[in-house]
């Protein structure tokens, strides 16, 4: 089975309107945490945010926020208020704790187009 | 601050020339270390990772290898390269602990002819 899925290979959003980017997990392991990641077209991976599987609240920087829904293994990224330079690839990925920690497991990624 | 140092940026090797990319880490001591690669407009595999020096975790059987020679540092290599060999391939390290991210190198773009 997947441990992230990304189901939406490509996304349109009106500039200045909010996008939400969806991200499903899948883990045995209670303590885990899950990033996202901005691609640009130039290929540098950029790290968003992170949310920790204990975390009460849902993590939030900047413009970008993660909406955690924990007992559906959802971690979507809502990006408010779209800038023209927010077009790129969106990955999730999760890390696992304990002594399998040392891998992370990515999504295929979202293409999210912002149209002026 | 730390830093991640993947070079070439660019690189063009016909089929069955050697390869070796080279990645270094400064500012942090003892980091984990991956080497991915991303095939055009794909997601990331995962080839190598490192927990220690000499300590190399495969993920793909493959013409490739890795070495970490040094704490900070993580080499890839091929004897023989394959004309499917060719994407991106990135660097990155990360803290030991699920809420550190990787770190992610600039990258390097082979092409193989």
């Known amino acids: 089975a997947q441990k992230i899925t990304q189901t939406q290979p490509g996304m349109f959003v009106q500039e200045k309107e909010a996008v939400t980017l969806d991200c499903t997990y899948d883990?045995?392991?209670?303590?885990?945490?899950l990033f996202w990641y901005k691609q640009p077209s130039s290929g540098e991976m950029i790290f968003l945010i992170y949310?920790?599987?204990?975390?009460?609240q849902n993590a939030t920087e900047g413009r970008y926020s993660l909406n955690f829904q924990k007992a559906r293994k959802s971690a979507n990224l809502v990006i408010s208020a779209s800038q023209l330079g927010d077009s790129a690839m969106y990955f999730c990925?999760?890390?696992?704790?304990?002594?399998?920690?040392?891998?992370?497991?990515f999504g295929t990624g979202t293409s999210l187009t912002v149209i002026p | 601050s730390q830093t991640i140092h993947q070079w070439p940026a660019t690189l063009v090797q016909p089929v069955g020339s050697p390869l070796s990319l080279e990645c270094t880490v400064e500012?942090?001591?003892?980091?984990?270390l991956y080497w991915y690669r991303q095939a055009a407009g794909r997601g990331l595999q995962l080839l190598f990772y490192?927990?220690?020096?000499?300590?190399i975790s495969s993920e793909v059987p493959q013409n490739l290898s890795a070495s970490r020679p040094q704490d900070r540092q993580f080499i890839l290599s091929s004897k023989k390269l394959l004309l499917s060999d060719s994407g991106f391939y990135l660097c990155?390290?990360?803290?030991?602990?699920?809420?550190?991210?990787?770190?992610f190198g600039n990258g390097t773009r082979l092409t193989v002819t």
């Open positions: 490192s927990v220690g020096i000499g300590q």
């Open positions: 883990t045995s392991d209670p303590s885990y945490g």
């Open positions: 500012g942090t001591s003892n980091p984990n």
């Open positions: 990925a999760m890390r696992e704790g304990g002594f399998t920690g040392n891998q992370f497991y």
């Open positions: 990155a390290w990360s803290a030991q602990g699920k809420v550190f991210p990787l770190h």
């Open positions: 949310q920790g599987s204990y975390d009460q």
